[in-house]
């Protein structure tokens, strides 16, 4: 069974640029998670969905940011336009309902912003 | 905001030896959840202990869990290289799906 598909597994862009990150969670499962880490801020949750709709987007950190899930196997984040103070590993998570909130992280995106 | 502050930040111990890794959080909880990250990777569940529970093992874990005091420990036996990853807790609160976590303990083996 896949795991949460995560793409691309590194990023290196210029300030300014839009950045996409895409997330596949893991076959019916009905919560996904978006997660930025960072040595200074640890792991801080940006966004969640339930059933593809945003639940919790209070760590959004700027207009700049912005997350969808069209459907219940993908979603995506987007930074436009980029700054060098995002770069961070984004990590996407997903869960099922009624599993005690166990949550299954994919391997991340390391993003670098120049 | 972290919840969770864990405790010590850096832990380096040698191969055989028991590690210990304390979590400490601020509301009420229906569970607390032990996480490992090895280094550029995901972070992978590790073991699951709910409010109305005192003790969990799972293999060479241990974790206890002190609502009174709002702490939870995390005990690796015999320890192996193989376990030099950083260790988080996470903690599940009222309705909320979300988990938040703590800042970590860096786990350093040494064979």
């Known amino acids: 069974d896949a795991g949460v598909i995560q793409s691309p597994r590194h990023e290196v862009t210029e300030m300014g640029q839009e950045v996409t990150l895409r997330c596949k969670p893991i076959s019916g499962h009905d919560y996904l998670f978006w997660y930025r880490q960072t040595m200074m801020r640890g792991l801080e949750l940006l966004i969640y969905f339930n059933n593809n709709v945003p639940i919790d987007d209070s760590g959004m950190p700027e207009d700049r940011f912005s997350a969808k899930m069209p459907n219940a196997s993908f979603s995506t984040l987007k930074i436009q336009p980029s700054e060098p103070r995002d770069s961070a590993v984004y990590f996407c998570a997903s869960s099922l309902v009624g599993k005690d909130n166990e949550q299954f992280f994919g391997p991340g995106t390391r993003l670098t912003v120049l | 905001s972290q919840q969770g502050e864990e405790d010590p930040q850096a832990l380096s111990i040698q191969e055989g030896e028991n590690a210990t890794m304390n979590c400490s959080y601020k509301t009420s909880i229906n569970n607390l959840q032990w996480y490992r990250q090895n280094s550029g990777r995901g972070l992978v569940h590790l073991i699951l202990?709910?409010?109305?529970?005192r003790e969990k093992h799972s293999g060479r874990l241990r974790v206890t869990l002190d609502t009174s005091k709002k702490s939870s420990s995390l005990l690796i036996t015999a320890s192996r290289a193989a376990d030099t990853a950083s260790y988080f807790c996470?903690?599940?609160?009222?309705?909320?799906?979300?988990?938040?976590f703590g800042s970590g303990t860096q786990l350093t083996v040494l064979p």
């Open positions: 996470a903690t599940s609160s009222g309705s909320a799906r979300q988990l938040t």
């Open positions: 202990i709910r409010s109305n529970e």
